[in-house]
């Protein structure tokens, strides 16, 4: 299973933080690890989670928060980042890592028909729920080294040999003093101009996640869709032009418990 490892990135005391990592802990099965980048004021937070979620490591981000969507688009887009999964995936290639938010999830808890999903996905470097162009990172499916050729814009990966300090570039890491781009835009735009990054086109994305960010599609042109993201408000009132909500529950039932 090409599978090594799920990410969430999340520096605050989110009051979904549980619901979210225990529902892919439930749908991936307890031995891929969850990997979550924590900050300095939900450390203690962090830890009350990690002793009732079997296999969630701890990493400590030196920041309080990152207050802007671009503070955490330039964390998701640094190369070592990418480096430090290539180490829990014991540097396999084709492993794969799922990247999951606070109001997102898989819309049942169902293991088998989770991993069963994913297997079919092992020649995919990138996909979620397509939105306008690019792919939703929120709720995503990555390949590690496709990850670490779009940080480095190369269709070559550096190859590290031996054992691999992972913590020194956290203690180096600083938000940068310009907003970058929306890490996902970026990743699909670099990923389709790169001749070895396979990104999924918009049918398997339908089928891997619908997302209320996309404020034209209803949920129901997303049949069966593996898992969900957006926040409430991306699903009704004036970001849509019809009440989303009850039809993304019924549809993906699992919501309900995270946003």
């Known amino acids: 299973m090409p599978l090594s490892s799920a990410l969430i990135v999340e520096p605050r005391e989110h009051p979904s933080s549980f619901a979210s990592i225990k529902n ?3 749908n ?7 990997i979550w980048f924590h900050g300095t004021k939900n450390k203690e937070f962090a830890k009350d989670i990690a002793e009732q979620i079997p296999n969630l490591k701890l990493r400590e981000i030196p920041v309080d928060n990152l207050p802007s969507a671009g503070h955490y688009s330039s964390f998701m887009l ?22 999951f938010q606070t109001d997102s999830g898989f819309c049942n808890l169902d293991t088998n028909k989770t991993l069963e999903h994913l297997s079919t996905l092992e020649e995919i470097d990138y996909i979620g729920a397509p939105a306008g162009g690019h792919h939703n990172g929120g709720f995503s499916y990555r390949d590690i080294d496709g990850m670490l050729k779009v940080a480095t814009r190369s269709d070559n ?9 992972s913590g020194y570039w956290l203690n180096d890491w600083s938000a940068p003093s310009r907003r970058p781009k929306a890490e996902d835009k970026v990743i699909s ?8 990054c396979r990104h999924a086109d918009t049918e398997q994305g339908d089928k891997f996640s619908c997302c209320g960010m996309d404020k034209h599609r209803p949920i129901k042109e ?7 993201h957006g926040r409430r408000h991306h ?20 919501a309900e418990h995270i946003i």
């Open 24 to 26: 892919v802990r439930e």
């Open 28 to 34: 991936l099965g307890p031995d891929i690890p969850i």
């Open 78 to 99: 640094n190369k070592n980042l990418w480096k430090e999964l290539r180490h829990y995936a014991h540097r396999e290639p084709n492993s794969k890592t799922l990247v």
């Open 157 to 165: 990966i550096e190859v590290d040999s031996g054992l691999w300090d």
């Open 189 to 196: 735009a670099t990923c389709k101009n790169l001749k070895t």
């Open 222 to 228: 997303w049949p069966d869709a593996l898992g969900f």
């Open 235 to 254: 699903y009704v009132g004036h970001q849509k032009p019809f009440d989303a909500l009850e039809e993304l529950f019924a549809a993906c039932p699992e």
